[in-house]
C-alpha cells in the first residue's frame, strides 16, 4: 500500500520560515519525481516545486528564492523549506509521487501565514 505522509504545516507570522516533510511507503522512493503543490481555498491546485529522481529541480514563479526542495533517498522523504513566507502562502500543501503513468498524492499539511 503506497501512502505519502506530509507533515510540519503550522500557523507562522509573515517573513517567518516551514520546513515541510513528506514521508513515503509502498514504493521505490528513488526511482519517483516528488511534486510539491498547494491549494488555497476556493482556488484550485498549484504546481509550487519539483525534484527528479536524479535531483534536478524546479519551481514555480511564486516559489523561487524563497523555497527549496530536496529529498533524502535514505529516508524515503521529500521536504520543502520555505522561507520569507508571505500571507498569500496560506494554503494546504500537498506531495505527489509520479513514475512512469503512476502517481500518488499525500492527505496535505496546512500552512498559514498570518500575523
Known amino acids: 500500500q503506497v501512502q505519502l505522509v506530509e507533515s510540519g504545516g503550522g500557523l507562522v507570522q509573515p517573513g517567518g520560515s516551514l520546513r515541510l516533510s513528506c514521508a513515503a511507503s509502498?514504493?521505490?522512493?528513488?526511482?519517483?519525481?516528488m511534486d510539491w503543490y498547494r491549494q488555497a481555498p476556493g482556488s484550485q491546485r498549484e504546481f509550487i516545486a519539483v525534484?527528479?529522481?536524479?535531483?534536478?529541480?524546479m519551481y514555480a514563479d511564486s516559489a523561487k528564492g524563497r523555497f527549496t526542495i530536496s529529498r533524502d533517498n535514505a529516508k524515503n522523504t521529500v521536504y520543502l523549506q520555505m522561507a520569507s513566507l508571505k500571507p498569500e502562502d496560506t494554503a494546504v500543501y500537498y506531495c505527489r509521487a509520479t513514475w512512469q503513468s503512476r502517481y500518488y498524492w499525500g492527505q496535505g499539511t496546512q500552512v498559514t501565514v498570518s500575523s
Open positions: 509502498g514504493i521505490i522512493f528513488s526511482d519517483y519525481i
Open positions: 525534484i527528479t529522481s536524479e535531483g534536478g529541480t
